[in-house]
């Protein structure tokens, strides 16, 4: 099992690093709109962003329009040591943050501010590639799995991803949890659980 995830989320990041920048922003606005469009995301108070690395799904504009609709806005903090995530609360963006874990832009220690998980409507998911099922093949370390299992009940877990990124199967263990929805560019896909 672990060699055909590992396989996998080769095959699907040699893809993802090939495409060209304009195709990365062009379908990463398609899906921010149909992300936009959704109940979920204009009835969420707070929400969770990744910030876009490697040629993910570009999530800079969403992060700018939650804040313009006045949502809260929270992006991830990685605790190494712990495989932890810290939601910290965004009040300027990119103001607020610097290159931290990885390289991944994340709040400065002095605009650092943590936000409970329980706190939390929506998160926005990074991922290598998810099944129509919801199952998701993360980057290999867990921190998302250990993340969302603290969220309150009712929060959603959405996904953002390229169409190519969405595959037959993610070989998905016991321990991972999916998300509620995948956005791409094509549409929404809402697993039937």
């Excluded at 995301?41 to 800079?60: C, D, H, Q």
């Excluded at 919801?134 to 980057?139: A, H, K, S, T, V």
């Excluded at 390229?162 to 929404?188: C, K, R, S």
Aim: proline share 8%; glycine share 8%.
């Amino acid at each position: 099992m672990d060699n055909l995830k590992k396989e996998l989320r080769q095959k699907i990041l040699a893809v993802r690093s090939a495409l060209p920048v304009e195709e990365v922003d062009a379908k990463s606005r398609l899906i921010a709109a149909h992300l936009q469009a959704l109940p979920e995301w204009r009835e969420a108070a707070v929400v969770m962003l990744y910030v876009a690395f490697r040629k993910e799904v570009e999530t800079s504009g969403l992060i700018c329009a939650a804040l313009k609709e006045g949502k809260r806005v929270a992006v991830p903090v990685c605790v190494k040591g712990r495989r932890e995530l810290v939601p910290s609360e965004v009040l300027s963006f990119p103001g607020d943050l610097s290159p931290g874990t990885w390289g991944i832009l994340e709040p400065r220690p002095d605009t650092f501010r943590p936000l409970a998980p329980e706190t939390i409507d929506l998160v926005v998911v990074p991922g290598v590639a998810f099944d129509r099922r919801g199952n998701r093949l993360g980057y290999g370390a867990g921190y998302y799995d250990n993340f969302l299992s603290k969220l309150k009940p009712g929060a959603r877990a959405v996904a953002l991803a390229f169409g190519f990124q969405v595959v037959e199967t993610t070989y998905p263990d016991a321990h991972d949890l999916p998300v509620d929805l995948i956005v791409t560019e094509d549409g929404v896909i809402r697993p039937g659980r």
